[in-house]
């Protein structure tokens, strides 16, 4: 008797019923935004390429400065990508479990798969979006290929943890207080030209490096950056900085969770 695969069945089983809750999750959330009329679902990553494109048209037309002969298109690209990428989830998150209460009653469905479906929605759509601005860019030759495409990816699943785990406490501490959305929406704004978007580290002032590598949005765009430019963007991060702060921050998540699903009423 195979003693060991007797006791991996109910795990393949857990993990079968969970991968169907996020499909199902997943596919409701497509056609509760988007709809099945005009072109669809395709609205997940056609929406922030309208907005990438618009930055970027802007940037170049205002013939911005970002203290490198990084071409704009490559530097709007990069760094806009990553805005929408860690600012889109807590967006998608504050509130959700108010519109999705109804689910509760369902015994599989938990409070946390409510939110990781909207950040594998949010993650999915500023991906392809990414890659498919990269991929046309780079076939008209205004974009060279990425120097170390793994360093992209890495950067970039960087952020996504970073989005995805305060999309989720944010999410959860949102269920209680009504005052999480109303001071998201404008932190968010200010920090968008904080977080590395719109300038690179090392063109700061060394003072102003050391307050700007606080911010964890900076140390992931960095390097997603790196990964494109190579030696020609010189980066500034510290993985032993930003890698526990997302510990910590998913951390943090986790426990609200938990605490909200204690107490959340289905309706």
């Known amino acids: 008797m195979d003693v060991a695969g007797t006791e991996n069945q109910p ?16 596919v409701r959330e497509m ?41 704009i298109v490559a530097f709007a690209l990069t760094g806009y990508s990553s805005v929408l990428l860690w600012r889109n989830m807590p967006g998608r998150c504050i509130g959700a479990l108010w519109a999705n209460l109804g689910l ?31 991929v046309l860019f780079i076939a008209i030759g205004w974009l060279e290929p990425p120097e170390d495409i793994l360093k992209v990816a890495g950067g970039w699943l960087l952020l996504a943890w970073l989005g995805g785990a305060a999309a989720t406490y944010l999410g959860a501490l949102s269920h209680e207080s009504e005052l999480v959305e109303k001071l998201w929406h404008p932190f968010s704004y200010l920090l ?25 949005t900076v140390h992931g765009t960095e390097i997603v950056r790196e990964g494109y430019f190579g030696t020609r963007a010189r980066a500034h991060y510290d993985l032993g900085y930003i890698i526990p702060f997302c510990m910590i921050l998913s951390a943090l998540a986790l426990v609200q969770v938990r605490k909200l699903s204690r107490r959340v009423v289905p309706e």
């Open 11 to 26: 795990l393949k089983e857990s993990w079968a019923v969970q991968v169907r809750i996020l499909g199902a999750l997943l």
């Open 31 to 71: 056609l509760t935004r988007y709809g099945r009329h005009n072109i669809g679902f395709l609205w997940l990553f056609i929406e922030p390429m309208i907005f990438t494109l618009g930055v970027t048209a802007l940037w170049t037309a205002a013939k911005s400065v970002h203290g490198s002969d990084l071409p």
């Open 104 to 134: 509760m009653y369902h015994r599989n469905i938990k409070v946390l798969d409510i939110y990781a479906a909207r950040i594998l929605l949010e993650f999915g759509g500023a991906t392809i979006s990414f890659a498919m601005l990269s």
């Open 192 to 216: 968008f030209p904080l977080s590395g978007a719109a300038f690179l580290v090392d063109a700061l002032p060394p003072t102003a490096q050391f307050y700007a590598l606080f911010i964890p």
